[in-house]
């Protein structure tokens, strides 16, 4: 399998704090890849750098053999890459139906002067949009809350919806930053079986940090761990969880034991 | 009609194109402005040079004024669209009262005295075909994939750029499209008042633009456009209060913010639909009442046996 993501020798600084310090490792296309590590470990840094929301210090991400450190984060999103946030980022005045809606922009071409007078192109296209979001919110379970305001939804819904929305760009490889944060044991596992649904049925790859370790273990086939901005360790999940360093940086060292 | 009312009528209308274009930027691209004042005054003198100096049709002195303030905006967009929201706005400021002072200190075009003997071209009916197009093509770009863009970009901007939507190039054409509006209300002023001078076009106009798509409800078409004729009406029926007018005027305004902190209209359009769904969901309550009403009466009549 060929790697559809390459980050080499990635760098961050804020001043002199290294957020992320010579980072290197690759995501096998149709995979799931898990990135985990203590708070402030970079994860979240990282994700921002491949997005382009940061500006890299040093060193370089290639997408499918494409070079695309520091592109704008709208560009990075039409290459294929989309994503989700660690504290949820909806359109929050906007109901359900519309937040996919408007993400589902780019499978529309229609132009300016088309929607000024609406023309036939753009009345064919925007049935098009419509029946694409109204496809997702079926496939994602939303469907009956399609009217409802975004903000009021509860919070597993908010998650799922803003994976919905990122869905509706057709990415190639999707980015979830804490996709089950909040979320008790039994809607860990629902969303468990999700990931692992959406990639086979979107033909995706999928990166996700996440601190549920049942979640990472259960459907992660690759998992990277972070420390301090640096690479600790990565490989299948039966390694990481064997590795002595990996246990150290989430449980203390022996000698700090007390 | 009486001339006096077929003025005030004019005077909403105009205020209504200039509404329009803000109400865009404002209500839905989410970007305040202070300034817009600054790009009617270039439609008005742009237009009264192709009018007055050059004799060309009014046709081409309402184009003129639509491009030229369109492309004024662009390049303000250009050194200012990069700043976060309320730097945006002080720069609107600022550009609003520079063009004020260049048109006061410009000789050629009357300077601060002012440019009399345009032609009257603007009449109620050219404005309203104005209004209509006006209202009509806006709509119609709110409700399509690129006004959906832009309330993306008003209502979440980083969300907004990882679902690959250029924020930039929406705030742009957001900016662009209201000036070009603004530029054509200045135009219609122009040649409906025969006679253009700076002062018209202070920060106190730019203000009134902004109050009154807020009083009409951020994001509401019809919002604005009930804005539009309230507020240039309002000043007119409280001249009964004479001096005190523009105090009754600012209370009323206040009242009426106090009453709807959303807008006259909160974010709701009136279109057939709208107006479909709300008495779908009156008839759904009432019948929830009776439905209620038949429960509780037959509970009382049951315990009425027992």
């Known amino acids: 399998m060929s790697n559809i993501l390459e980050i080499k020798g990635l760098t961050k600084r804020f001043g002199g704090l290294a957020a992320v310090d010579n980072v290197d490792f690759d995501v096998r296309e149709g995979g799931i890849t898990g990135l985990i590590g203590p708070n402030g470990a970079g994860k979240t840094t990282i994700f921002n750098l491949i997005t382009g929301v940061y500006k890299v210090s ?67 296209e925007e049935l098009a949009l419509k029946k694409k979001a109204m496809d997702l919110l079926d496939y994602m379970g939303l469907a009956d809350r399609k009217d409802a305001i975004a903000n009021g939804l509860p919070y597993g819904l908010q998650r799922r919806l803003e994976i919905t929305r990122a869905l509706a760009l057709d990415p190639k490889l999707l980015l979830l930053d804490e996709p089950a944060a909040g979320m008790n044991p039994d809607e860990t596992e629902q969303l468990m ?21 049942d979640l990472v273990m259960g459907v992660c086939e690759h998992i990277v761990v972070l420390n301090f901005g640096k690479k600790l360790s990565e490989g299948r999940a039966e390694e990481i969880r064997g590795n002595k360093q990996v246990i150290e940086a989430y449980l203390g060292g022996e000698h700090a034991e007390c | 009609m009486d001339a006096y009312l077929e003025g005030i009528l004019i005077l909403s209308g105009i205020n209504l194109i200039a509404v329009m274009g803000l109400c865009l930027l404002t209500g839905f691209a989410g970007l305040f402005s202070f300034g817009h004042a600054g790009f009617m005054a270039i439609g008005a003198y742009t237009a009264a040079i ?8 009014f046709v081409f002195g309402i184009a003129a004024s ?26 609107t400021l600022g550009f609003g009262e520079a063009i004020r002072l260049i048109l006061d200190n410009f000789q050629g075009l009357g300077g601060s005295r002012g440019w009399p003997g345009i032609p009257a071209s603007s009449t109620l009916l050219n404005i309203v075909i104005l209004d209509i197009i006006g209202v009509v093509l806006i709509a119609n770009l709110v409700r399509s994939r690129h006004g959906r863009n832009m309330i993306a970009v008003r209502e979440e901007e980083l969300a907004a750029q990882v679902a690959g939507i250029n924020t930039y190039k929406y705030k742009m054409l957001a900016l662009v499209i209201s000036a070009a509006y603004a530029g054509v209300a200045g135009a219609l002023l122009g040649h409906y008042m025969t006679f253009i001078q700076p002062k ?59 009453g709807r902190p959303r807008g006259l209209m909160g974010g709701f359009e009136l279109t057939p639909a709208s107006f479909r769904k709300l008495f779908a969901e009156r008839k759904a309550a009432r019948e929830i009442k009776a439905a209620s009403r038949l429960y509780s009466d037959d509970d009382s009549a049951q315990g009425a046996g027992r």
């Not at chain 1, 990639?199 to 940090?209: K, P, S």
């Not at chain 2, 192709?50 to 049709?57: D, N, R, V």
């Open chain 2, 66 to 91: 639509a491009v030229s303030a369109a492309i004024v905006s662009w390049l303000i967009g250009m050194a200012t669209l990069k700043l976060k929201g309320d730097y945006f706005c002080i720069a």
């Open chain 1, 58 to 124: 040093s060193g370089n991400v290639f997408f499918r053999q494409k070079d695309i450190t520091n592109t704008e984060p709208y560009l990075v999103a039409d290459y294929g890459i989309t994503r989700t946030f660690q504290n949820i980022r909806l359109f929050k005045n906007l109901n359900v139906f519309e937040n996919v809606l408007t993400a589902c922009h780019a499978s529309a071409k229609y132009g300016l002067a088309e929607s000024f007078l609406r023309l036939p192109r753009f009345r064919k």
């Open chain 1, 193 to 213: 079986k999700l990931i692992a649904n959406i990639r086979d049925r979107f033909n995706l790859t999928v990166l996700v940090i996440e601190h549920h370790m």
């Open chain 2, 200 to 258: 018209m076009f202070s920060m106190v106009k730019s203000t009134e633009l902004t109050i009154i798509v807020i009083f009409g409800g951020l994001g509401s078409i019809s919002g604005s456009v009930i804005g539009a004729v309230v507020l240039t009406f309002l000043p007119e029926l409280l001249r009964v209060v004479d001096k005190w007018r523009l105090v009754a005027y600012g209370m009323a305004v206040i009242a009426i913010m106090i």
């Open chain 2, 50 to 57: 192709f009018t007055k100096m050059l004799g060309l049709p």
